[in-house]
Nanobody, 123 residues
């Protein structure tokens, strides 16, 4: 099985920055995509960003495009999310995910999920 552990969340003022990281351990896929999702209280979980194994295929939600950057280090089985110009509406629990499924599959092909890290942006 695969375990994912997110870190880097916390409290930040609007306009500030945070960098989230997610390290995968245990059995992993030989080739897999990784992504970040977020869920605010009372809301459904939404995709934030996704990156392919090669790093050549990257997707950002319109709400974060231009502000967030996803990257990965395959040697470390780690994915990062650099979050700049944070807004109060970015407040949510952020989840890391990994999977080998298709982009068009349920949950964008993600099979394993972390427990999440809370990001709170104050106005």
């Amino acid at each position: 099985q695969v375990q994912l552990v997110e870190s880097g969340g916390g409290l930040v003022q609007a306009g500030g920055s945070l960098r989230l990281s997610c390290a995968a351990s245990g059995r992993t896929f030989s080739s897999y995509a990784m992504g970040w999702f977020r869920q605010a209280p009372g809301k459904e979980r939404d995709i934030v960003a996704r990156i392919s194994w090669s790093g050549g295929g990257i997707y950002y939600a319109d709400s974060v495009k231009g502000r967030f950057t996803i990257s990965r280090d395959n040697a470390k089985n780690t994915v990062y999310l650099q979050m700049n110009s944070l807004k109060p509406e970015d407040t949510a629990v952020y989840y890391c995910a990994v999977g080998a499924g298709s982009w068009y599959s349920r949950d964008y092909g993600m099979n394993y999920w972390g427990k999440g890290t809370l990001v709170t942006v104050s106005s």
